[in-house]
């Protein structure tokens, strides 16, 4: 709980105190008394921080439940690089954890409600690095990949930067 409140708080500050200044900056120029001011550039700054906060915290699942789930690799298979995710399918985020291994990369999705688990994969070979996007605030991002059948596959995930590294080879 107290990380998902750090998370709120650090991807909704910027975003409060901007709003906080801009509102401030309106009611000075416009000669609107100071008390009244700044009451509503702190009520705004703070509901700028909350929403943004809410709608910029990456992950829809808790991260102790992300954490274990797990994949079976192949005999010869050597897991890269593990990392909770949301995975774009049919324009839903959907919350699980992303595997990169040396054949594959594979992404397990969770849902609480039914306790099911689904696996999607593919080939390491049949993929090509497409975009990277990282967050401004924090270490995450998205990156874009394309599948040999031409479909496109969208992450979010954190330390984008390690995930660039390993994909782009």
Avoid: C
């Avoid at 990282?134 to 979010?156: A, H, P, V």
């Amino acid at each position: 709980m107290k990380n998902k409140i750090k998370s709120i708080v650090g991807n909704g500050l910027p975003y409060g105190i901007t709003f906080f200044g801009l509102s401030f900056m309106i009611g000075y120029f416009f000669h609107v008394d100071l008390q009244q001011t700044l009451e509503m550039s702190v009520l705004l700054g703070i509901a700028a921080l909350l929403i943004n906060g809410f709608i910029y915290s990456r992950f829809s699942k808790p991260i102790k439940s992300l954490n274990e789930i797990s994949v079976s690799l192949n005999n010869s298979e050597l897991l890269l690089l593990q990392s909770p995710a949301n995975y774009l399918i049919e324009d839903s985020l959907v919350p699980g954890k992303l595997f990169l291994t040396d054949l594959r990369l594979i992404f397990k999705s969770y849902e609480k409600e039914t306790i099911s688990q689904k696996e999607h994969f593919w080939n390491i070979n049949s993929i090509t690095p497409v975009d990277f996007s990282w967050s401004l605030w924090n270490s995450g991002g998205e990156f874009i990949l394309r599948s040999e059948s031409q479909n496109r596959l969208m992450f979010e995930v954190d330390k984008i930067k390690i995930w660039k590294t390993h994909l782009s080879k």
